[in-house]
């Protein structure tokens, strides 16, 4: 399993990085949702799960950048973060955990939402 973990805080982007790494999944980090894109150009076939933050710097929120993924990649499972409440237009199909989330709990609702297909 491949994830992109898309997270403009460092320590954050690290911690979820290792987490997922150490179940075993091929992570790629983005500091924000230009570097998530840039990735997913590169080879968004190998990706299966994005995890991203709603609330990056640039032009591009998690949001926006979660309707692209599920337009283009429709089969990459997105999960969404925030430390603010949960947003109004969560895309179709797509799961928001708040922060401070348990990164057990992130991997186990990833980890249903590939069994579930």
Not at 60 to 66: D, E, F, K, R, Y
Not at 80 to 89: E, K, V
Not at 91 to 99: D, H, L, Q, R, S
Request: glycine share 8%; net charge negative.
């Amino acid at each position: 399993m491949a994830v992109i973990v898309a997270e403009d805080e460092d320590q954050l982007r690290l911690l979820a990085g290792d987490a997922f790494a150490k179940e075993e999944f091929y992570v790629v980090e983005a500091g924000d949702a230009e570097e998530a894109v840039a990735a997913l150009e590169a080879d968004g076939s190998a990706i299966d799960v994005l995890f991203t933050d709603i609330h990056m710097p640039g032009p591009v929120s998690g949001i926006m950048l979660a309707q692209y993924v599920r337009e283009k990649w429709p089969w990459i499972k997105v999960v969404l973060t925030s430390g603010r409440a949960q947003p109004d237009d969560v895309p179709e199909g797509c799961v928001f955990i708040a922060k401070p989330y348990r990164l057990s709990r992130v991997i186990g609702q990833i980890r249903r939402m590939i069994d579930n297909g």
